[in-house]
């Protein structure tokens, strides 16, 4: 006996009825192709997630208030606006191990200029930005400590703000109105495109502090307070001794006493990346688990099939062992063909799922990201499925009593 | 020479044990044609199960040239079979889904004989019982004569030792049923040995030595003993 001649025999038998194979093999095209797509949304998403992350800059801090209590109502994160500008300059004379710090305040605003209109993210920054946030000047030049200290009305633009309301002029020297207050833009950011979040990042503007505290957020954002205080740390290894540090002056300065909670929150870009991370793998896992039930269903599907195949051709066995056929051969036979449904399901349910995988990430602008074992992993564990789930017909089909076999109409 | 002594079959049947083989012994040499007759039930079946390795006996021994077939496992049986038995079953039972050709090809696949060898002998086969027109066509393209036919060809394949037929004219017309016999008179003239079961006291009276069969014992048995 040849295992070319098994094969042969496998595949006969499967061709002989196209229909009922094919809708064999459907429950494990269904299992694979899920298990793929699943994955990879669940990479996609934390890859995604990732990039977003790192992308807000390496090293960085963000503090930002906390959800403040009165009595026993929470309120929501950022109600009752608890950082200050004095809170930032503190920061960056008694936390050593600070590379920058950005306090910030932020709004949506209508720009005009020249006739054309476009709303925009406004932000309301220091020169320190540019470093806490790893962001760069492409053209012109940054607004300077003392310019922005003296209230006086200039901005940088993002590429996209400056498309939408120069198209290709230079916006160098021009005067934008932004919200009702005339600005005048003195630079432009280096493109930093997409975030993982699918913001663009190029759309936005870049003010003085108090000049757009005062003219474009001023009636959200009372007195020195701020929004967010980013917090670069100079290297990597002083990013929890900075936080830490950050967190004990904070209390200090907002009079917080043993036992209460912040009234601000500090976080750590490093700490979120890997809670995040651990979330999103989580996810992935949870997702690869539903589809390796839906696999697992495809398998019953097949031993259900061949358990059938095995009565249908019980004559078959008989004369197949009465020409010789040693109980093995009859056993590798079903064992075959079961595997060889099982397997053909898994090629083309991964074709599919990589498929599925595509189309997603065009539609959803997700990164596309098949990870590197859904081929193999895939493949293997269709095999696997057809041989466990095979296995009893397999073996039922070898223990028939050729004598009986060849008796059953 | 083919021969078995005391062979005995019992079933446990509830409580009862009942005996399909009471004890049963003959001899006969190569080239003999035997039919084997009696009545359902009377033992002839299994009987024939037994020479062709199908089944072992409950007690009794079973030689077969000089070897001890009755204390084979099943893959020794297994290969018994397909190199020295050839079956003829009543109903033919070929495999719907394969050609002529491919019926006649199954037992060389077992004993491992490459593609190309063993098409041409299969051709040959079905050349020798008529068939060399039909070979591609599949056993429901065919009467019950050129079926029965192929599964003669295929019981051919391996060059076997020995031919046993069930009841082989059992579903056939009676000219094609005479065809049959012609087939294994001339088979047996070149030097193959056949056992046919049969009730048809026609069919039996074709063959050289006829052994009657009666509740699992031999009652009668005449005819040329060589």
Redesign the interface.
């Known amino acids: 006996?040849?295992s070319k001649?098994l094969l042969r025999f496998a595949a006969?038998?499967i061709a002989?009825h196209p229909m009922r194979s094919a809708l064999t093999s459907l429950g494990v095209v269904i299992g694979v192709a899920a298990v793929v797509m699943m994955t990879s949304i669940g990479l996609g998403a934390q890859q995604r997630v990732m990039s977003a992350i790192s992308g807000l800059g390496s090293n960085l801090i963000i503090v930002s208030p906390a959800a403040s209590r009165s009595g026993f109502a929470a309120q929501a994160a950022g109600s009752d606006i608890s950082i200050t500008g004095a809170d930032a300059e503190a920061i960056a004379k008694q936390v050593e191990g600070v590379a920058a710090v950005a306090p910030t305040v932020r709004g949506q605003a209508q720009l005009a200029a020249e006739g054309t209109n476009w709303n925009s993210r406004i932000e309301g920054v220091t020169p320190d930005y540019l470093v806490a946030r790893d962001l760069t000047i492409g053209q012109g030049r940054m607004f300077d400590d003392r310019e922005a200290r003296q209230g006086r009305t200039i901005a940088v633009i993002g590429t996209t703000v400056a498309r939408e309301l120069f198209g290709d002029a230079d916006p160098l020297g021009k005067r934008i109105r932004v919200g009702s207050s005339p600005f005048q833009v003195v630079g432009v950011l280096t493109s930093k495109g997409q975030s993982g979040f699918g913001q663009d990042q190029d759309d936005i503007v870049l003010g003085p502090l108090p000049a757009v505290r005062s003219r474009v957020v001023g009636r959200r954002v009372k007195g020195d307070t701020v929004q967010t205080i980013y917090i670069k740390a100079a290297s990597e290894d002083d990013l929890s001794r900075v936080q830490e540090d950050t967190t004990t002056l904070l209390r200090e300065r907002h009079r917080i006493r043993e036992g209460e909670d912040d009234d601000f929150q500090a976080q750590n870009m490093a700490s979120i990346l890997q809670a995040s991370q651990a979330a999103t793998a989580t996810f992935t896992i949870l997702l690869a688990a539903v589809a390796a039930v839906s696999l697992v269903v495809g398998g019953v599907g097949i031993m259900n099939i061949m358990l059938v195949a095995v009565t249908e051709r019980t004559?078959?066995i008989?004369?197949?062992?009465?020409?010789?056929?040693?109980?093995?051969?009859i056993l590798i036979q079903f064992a075959l063909e079961s595997v060889a449904l099982s397997l053909a399901g898994g090629i083309l349910g991964l074709l599919i799922g990589i498929g599925g995988a595509l189309l997603i990430a065009k539609l959803g602008s997700w990164p596309m990201a098949i990870p590197s074992w859904a081929a193999p992993l895939s493949l293997g564990f269709s095999m696997a499925v057809g041989l466990v789930f095979g296995a009893y017909p397999s073996w039922q089909a070898s223990r028939l009593d050729?004598?009986e076999a060849?008796r059953r109409e | 020479m083919i021969a078995f002594r005391d062979l005995k079959k019992t079933y446990q049947m509830g409580d009862e044990t009942v005996a399909a083989l009471a004890g049963v012994s003959l001899s006969f040499p190569r080239g003999s044609y035997l039919a084997i007759t009696g009545p359902s039930g009377s033992g002839k079946s299994t009987l024939m199960n037994i020479l062709g390795g199908l089944d072992r006996p409950t007690s009794g021994q079973y030689l077969f040239e000089d070897e001890d077939v009755s204390h084979l496992d099943d893959d020794g049986l297994a290969h018994f079979r397909n190199q020295r038995i050839g079956f003829v079953f009543q109903s033919f039972q070929l495999l719907p889904r394969y050609s002529a050709l491919q019926n006649v090809e199954l037992p060389m696949v077992y004993a491992g004989i490459e593609v190309k060898e063993r098409r041409e002998r299969a051709a040959e086969m079905l050349a020798k019982v008529g068939l060399a027109d039909r070979r591609h066509h599949r056993p429901t393209q065919m009467s019950g004569g050129q079926q029965q036919r192929v599964a003669i060809a295929r019981s051919l394949a391996n060059n076997p030792d020995l031919l046993l037929a069930d009841e082989p004219t059992g579903a056939l017309d009676s000219s094609t049923g005479k065809d049959v016999m012609a087939l294994f008179e001339q088979l047996n003239s070149e030097g193959l040995t056949v056992i046919l079961v049969t009730h048809d006291a026609n069919v039996a009276a074709r063959a050289r030595r006829r052994v009657g069969f009666r509740d699992g014992l031999i009652v009668s048995d005449e005819g040329a003993k060589s």
């Open positions: 006996m040849k001649d006969s038998a002989a004559r078959e008989g004369l197949r062992m009465a020409v010789g056929a040693k109980r093995s051969d050729p004598i060849l």
